[in-house]
């Protein structure tokens, strides 16, 4: 049994932090251990801190990220960063370097010709499913915004650290952390950790859980430049966001700046993968392996061809090397370990997955790890975040292939890539099953579904419709992210007074409402769609976790009585006795 739950910081400074490695007074005691500062690990810290968890992030690198890697952040993002107070501050960020919504099209060049659109406009058919948005913003820009509202709640952060060992035993994990400048080096004590280091996850290697997937790809190269005109016009109308790059001399794509004077290019492959000869006569496929080699006239050449527009005057400012990779990881889990984001999948970027999905993983962990720890659940609770998150990352994964291949290397054929499906199931259309979720006769069969055909099915994120709680409108999803939820029907009163009675035999933080159109609800349902959105009848109710996934659902007023909410909620905790 794990008994840190406040932080303890030993009173040692600089250079004696060697002595905390030895002396076991002298530890860093924190509940969670975070390894990784970067956009998960981050969410990650930002999560437990809304649930008043203390973590400790480490990073290795001296600052959060310095190039702009993610930029497209999907509905579900967006709806998490609506539940951390987060979204009016990200969309300000996002305006001021991107127009709202963008497009995402396939062009020859920005001044060639257009070869496919996948989408003219990011929020076009939206709103009826969403209280938010899509939006690009830049990954730099956002990991401090997350970094100092975690920081604001509590949690700590030491960039400049290397997390150089992590054990675990039946109690805690204990980790030695090295200050990358001095070599000093001092000992932790969590009862949790969380790896959030990134596709080469140093942690997931030292637990030796594997990888399976498609593989490297590609070598690829992102080229930071600067252009002395802006670039926009040359995208002849189409709305500025991503645009991929389709011609004989490379594939990729561009994120141009909002002024224009400037972005990045992202080269995937060189030469023309189209000629079936060429592919055929390279069996090891040199036009994968952009990176060896790489030199600034090399990439200018590049650029120059990417923009379509021969001597356009452009600065290159670095070039980054990475591998394109769709690969998923065995488990997502070590005992008191947890593993998030690219540490667990990495995919290649068309689509803009990776990021999203990893913050969407920290969102599913966070409540886990704060109820396992305040002992409102069972340790068993933490099984299901490999249970309900591995699949869609394996989702994701075959997604971001597919994507890959038929928007960027068509050459690799479609025989092992699922058909491409609508942006919407991948963000709001995952489906859990899980032991935290009570699952209905039929329930399981798909993974994914159109956020139109989740009508509250359990384990399905609780659909969004705009209500009204006295003069004020607000959206179902704004209940949720502290507390379990129960929403009733206009005649579901006696599922609310059992949730309330249960919630407190159990010490669980939990509110209900019922919803109604007109006087007879807590919450007032104007057009009256509550109850088809949620699949219930005025006499049923739904209990809606924390992060906003349902959990149980009852059609009727059947069986509404408090020791049956208290057995749902035991089951969803995963309490011995549920
Ligand atoms: C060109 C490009 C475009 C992309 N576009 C998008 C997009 O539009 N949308 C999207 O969702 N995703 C996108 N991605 C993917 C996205 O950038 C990644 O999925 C995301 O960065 C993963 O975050 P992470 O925190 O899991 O890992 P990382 O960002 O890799 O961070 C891991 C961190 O852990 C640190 N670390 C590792 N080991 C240790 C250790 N032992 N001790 C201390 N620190 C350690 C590393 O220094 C690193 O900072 C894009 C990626 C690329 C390359």
Same mark, same amino acid.
């Given at each position: ?480 992210? %502290?507390?379990? &939820? *129960?929403?009733?029907?206009? #005649?579901?009163? /006696? =599922?609310? $007074? +059992?949730?309330?009675?249960? @919630?407190? !035999? ?32 005025? %006499?049923?109710? &739904? *209990?809606?976790?924390?992060? #906003?996934?349902? /959990? =149980?659902? $009852? +059609?009727?007023?059947?069986? @509404?009585? !408090? ?16």
């Amino acid at each position: 049994m794990c008994r840190i739950h406040k932080f303890r910081w030993p009173n040692i400074r600089g250079h004696a932090y060697d002595q905390a490695v030895t002396g076991q007074d002298e530890e860093i005691q924190i509940p969670v251990l975070i390894v990784g500062g970067s956009l998960v690990g981050l969410s990650t810290a930002l999560f437990l801190a809304r649930y008043g968890v203390e973590s400790l992030v480490v990073e290795r690198h001296s600052g959060t990220a310095i190039h702009p890697r993610a930029g497209h952040f999907n509905l579900r993002t967006l709806e998490i960063l609506r539940s951390a107070d987060l979204e009016e501050t990200v969309r300000r960020k996002s305006r001021e370097q991107y127009p709202p919504d963008g497009g995402i099209s396939n062009v020859e060049s920005p001044a060639g010709r257009e070869i496919a659109t996948y989408f003219t406009d990011l929020n076009t058919g939206v709103a009826e499913f969403s209280p938010t948005i899509r939006l690009f913003i830049n990954q730099d820009a956002l990991e401090p915004i997350l970094r100092e509202r975690a920081e604001a709640l509590g949690a700590r952060t030491r960039y400049g650290t290397e997390c150089t060992t992590l054990d675990q035993d039946a109690d805690g994990v204990t980790a030695v952390l090295t200050d990358v400048a001095t070599g000093s080096r001092f000992r932790v004590r969590a009862c949790y950790a969380v790896a959030a280091d990134g596709n080469r996850s140093p942690v997931r290697n030292r637990l030796g859980i594997g990888m399976r997937g498609h593989g490297v790809l590609s070598n690829s190269i992102t080229i930071y430049f600067r252009a002395e005109q802006d670039l926009t016009p040359l995208l002849a109308g189409r709305n500025q966001g991503v645009h991929y790059v389709t011609n004989p001399v490379l594939r990729g794509f561009f994120r141009l700046d909002r002024g224009g004077n400037g972005g990045f290019l992202v080269v995937n492959l060189v030469g023309d993968t189209a000629r079936p000869e060429i592919v055929a006569a390279y069996p090891e496929a040199p036009w994968a392996n952009v990176a060896e080699g790489i030199t600034k006239e090399r990439a200018l050449e590049l650029l120059r061809a990417a923009i379509g527009v021969p001597g356009m005057p452009v600065v290159i400012e670095d070039i980054a090397t990475w591998q394109a990779v769709a690969d998923i990881a065995d488990r997502y889990s070590d005992g008191r370990v947890f593993l998030a984001g690219d540490a667990v999948h990495v995919v290649p970027p068309n689509g803009g997955f990776g990021g999203n999905t990893g913050v969407h993983d920290a969102h599913n962990l966070a409540w886990k790890l704060a109820l396992v720890l305040n002992g409102t659940a069972g340790p068993g609770l933490l099984e299901t975040y490999d249970a309900e998150r591995r699949p869609v990352g394996e989702f994701t994964v075959e997604q971001s292939y597919a994507r890959y291949v038929t928007r960027v290397a068509p050459y690799l054929g479609t025989a092992d890539a699922e058909p491409v499906v609508d942006d919407l199931y991948l963000e709001l259309g995952y489906q859990y099953d899980s032991p935290a979720i009570m699952a209905e006769p039929g329930d399981g069969e798909l993974a994914h579904q159109h956020p139109r055909d989740c009508t509250g099915q359990p384990g399905s994120r609780a659909p969004h419709l705009f209500l009204q709680r006295g003069d004020a409108g607000l959206s179902t999803l704004d209940l949720f992210g %502290e507390n379990f &939820v *129960l929403l009733a029907g206009a #005649g579901g009163g /006696a =599922w609310c $007074a +059992a949730a309330r009675d249960a @919630a407190r !035999a159990l010490s669980v933080g939990l509110e209900a409402y019922s919803v109604a159109n007109g006087s007879a609800g807590e919450l007032t349902d104007p057009d009256s769609r509550f109850c088809a959105a949620y699949g219930i009848s005025p %006499e049923g109710a &739904v *209990l809606v976790r924390p992060d #906003g996934f349902i /959990a =149980w659902r $009852a +059609a009727d007023a059947t069986g @509404a009585t !408090a020791g049956a909410m208290t057995g749902v909620l035991s089951r969803v905790l995963c309490l011995e006795n549920g």
